[in-house]
Nanobody, 124 residues
């Protein structure tokens, strides 16, 4: 098991910034590809961003490219996602995921472990 815990969600105004964190208790994230996904009620899960185990490579969905940045701090065993210029379309629940093997992946079924999610609300 990989207990992933997301934090940093909340209510922000449109155009503001927010940083989400994903940490693992008792397990190191160093060897995992880490991804962020989001899912609104009644909609399919959507890929947002992913980062390689080394932190040297990253992938982003077109909808967030240029606004979101994924990073990782191995010393803190934490993965971050900085979100700038938030829009109302970004308001939903975000999930952190870990992939035990392979490279960057945009499909959710390529990830082995998932967090419980953290919600973001964007006010106009």
């Amino acid at each position: 098991q990989m207990p992933l815990v997301e934090s940093g969600g909340g209510l922000v105004q449109a155009g503001a910034s927010l940083r989400l964190s994903c940490a693992a208790s008792g397990r190191t994230l160093s060897n995992y590809v880490m991804g962020w996904f989001r899912q609104a009620p009644g909609k399919e899960r959507e890929f947002v961003a992913a980062i390689s185990w080394s932190g040297g490579s990253a992938a982003y969905a077109d909808s967030v490219k240029g606004r979101f940045t994924i990073s990782r701090d191995k010393a803190k065993n934490t993965v971050y996602r900085q979100m700038d210029s938030l829009k109302s379309d970004d308001a939903t629940t975000y999930y952190c995921a870990a992939r035990a093997s392979g490279g960057l992946a945009t499909l959710g079924n390529r990830y082995h472990y998932w967090g419980q999610g953290t919600q973001i609300t964007v006010s106009s």
